[in-house]
């Protein structure tokens, strides 16, 4: 997995205000300094994406949110021809879905504003599927849409949730390259 972001304590000299918080374990690394106007761009680091492949070719246990409005631990993974995400039990050999990222139509972060959607006229953010979970944390969430549904993954930090989507912004972009030049 990827290595985690880390903090430098405060000088001797220096007041204490608040101690430093540990890093979760399994965290991704720190993302490299970000855009303010494009913070999950696909042009990752080769290095960061080169890890974002190793991880998920492992699998990834991370939180899936159904359409029924639970949240359910799953291991989220590719293929082994790096074309499709998929996603098992933990525990289990079977996949219980996979979708070709060739067909992904965007990877959106919980925060960002679901194009597609309107609740009493006004715009919401997330996909439905999020806004019906118990998702505490939109900042820590994003969804990778295709045609005909959504997978809704939920990171266990911010931290994380950046490096993922940065992966699978940059995952879609070469394959629907890819597939276009087919």
Not at 94 to 119: H, Q
């Amino acid at each position: 997995p990827p290595p985690s972001e880390s903090s430098a304590g405060p000088e001797a000299s220096e007041p204490v205000a608040e101690a430093p918080k540990p890093a979760p374990a399994a965290v991704p690394p720190s993302p490299p300094p970000e855009s303010p106007s494009d913070p999950v761009s696909p042009t990752a680091k080769e290095s960061d994406f080169d890890m974002f492949k190793r991880a998920l070719s492992k699998g990834v246990v991370m939180t899936k949110h159904c359409t029924d409005g639970r949240a359910r631990r799953r291991v989220i993974s590719c293929n082994d021809s790096f074309t499709a995400v998929g996603w098992k039990e933990e525990g289990k050999s079977d996949m219980k879905g996979e979708l070709m990222m060739s067909r992904c139509s965007e990877v959106r972060k919980a925060t960002e504003i679901d194009p597609a959607s309107k609740v009493m006229g006004k715009p919401v953010t997330g996909t439905k599927a999020l806004r019906a979970s118990s998702l505490k944390d939109r900042n820590r969430a994003f969804s990778l849409i295709f045609p005909q549904r959504t997978l809704d993954i939920e990171c266990q930090s911010e931290v994380e949730c950046r490096f993922y989507m940065r992966g699978f912004r940059r995952w879609r972009a070469e394959s629907v390259h890819s597939e276009a030049h087919t």
